[in-house]
């Protein structure tokens, strides 16, 4: 596609459900960021994949957070058993490979009531 | 421990002057540095790098920003500043495996 796409735009979920943050990176680029963002502040990385490869998963705050990218193109952040502290603004980014810019998508803002 | 820096939360430039945003860096080996620009409910949007070479590297929308090894500073400039420039600018490194954003500055251009 022309950019990075994330879906949804928005999620309002109950604490304690599980939830799955979808991104699709522009065609062709082989690295995958996931980020989360509070309001006015910057970007908090979480996981990073080189193709399907999972390379950097220490920013992901504890095991209820996951993510993968099994054919090395569309990536799945599942949040489970939600909780009131994980809403924030979800943002996927992809590069062609590390060290070049990083492209984001428009982001999925999570709200856990 | 890795670090970027963005000593102003808010700057505020009347518009046609020239603005610059402040951006240093605390690094090991040589970085690469990254501006982002954000506009109200909208994605982060690539403005431009430095990678190596020379020390003034020119961006999308009239930016450009200097890279000062001996001060570890990238600051972002504009000759001019439009209304339009409004906006949440991050400033970024790429270290290890992942980009390491700044707190972000809130650039304000008044008419």
């Known amino acids: 596609g022309a950019g990075v796409s994330q879906s949804p735009r928005y999620k309002v979920t109950k604490r304690g459900q599980d939830v799955a943050l979808r991104c699709d990176p522009i065609?062709?680029?082989?690295?995958l960021y996931w980020y989360r963002q509070a309001l006015g502040q910057g970007p908090e990385f979480l996981t990073y994949?080189?193709?399907?490869?999972?390379?950097?998963k220490s920013g992901l705050p504890n095991d209820r957070f996951s993510a993968e990218r099994p054919e090395g193109s569309i990536s799945t952040l599942t949040i489970q058993r939600t909780e009131q502290r994980d809403s924030a603004m979800y943002r996927c980014?992809?590069?062609?490979?590390?060290?070049?810019?990083?492209?984001f998508g428009q982001g999925t803002r999570l709200t856990v009531v | 421990a890795q670090s970027v820096a963005q000593p102003e939360d808010q700057v505020n430039v009347a518009e046609g002057n020239p603005l610059t945003v402040k951006c240093t860096y605390s690094?090991?080996?040589?970085?690469?540095l990254f501006w982002y620009v954000q506009y109200p409910n909208r994605g982060l949007q690539f403005l431009l790098k430095?990678?190596?070479?020379?020390?003034l590297v020119k961006g999308s929308y009239g930016f450009e920003a200097e890279f000062n090894k001996s001060q570890t500073s990238f600051h972002l400039k504009k000759p001019s500043a439009l209304v339009s420039d409004s906006a949440l600018y991050f400033c970024?490194?790429?270290?290890?495996?992942?980009?390491?954003f700044g707190p972000g500055t809130r650039l304000s251009v008044l008419p």
């Open positions: 690094v090991s080996g040589n970085p690469y």
């Open positions: 065609s062709g680029h082989v690295s």
């Open positions: 980014a992809s590069s062609r490979s590390g060290y070049t810019e990083a492209f």
């Open positions: 430095y990678i190596t070479g020379d020390n």
């Open positions: 994949f080189n193709y399907e490869a999972q390379q950097d």
């Open positions: 970024a490194f790429f270290y290890g495996q992942n980009f390491v």
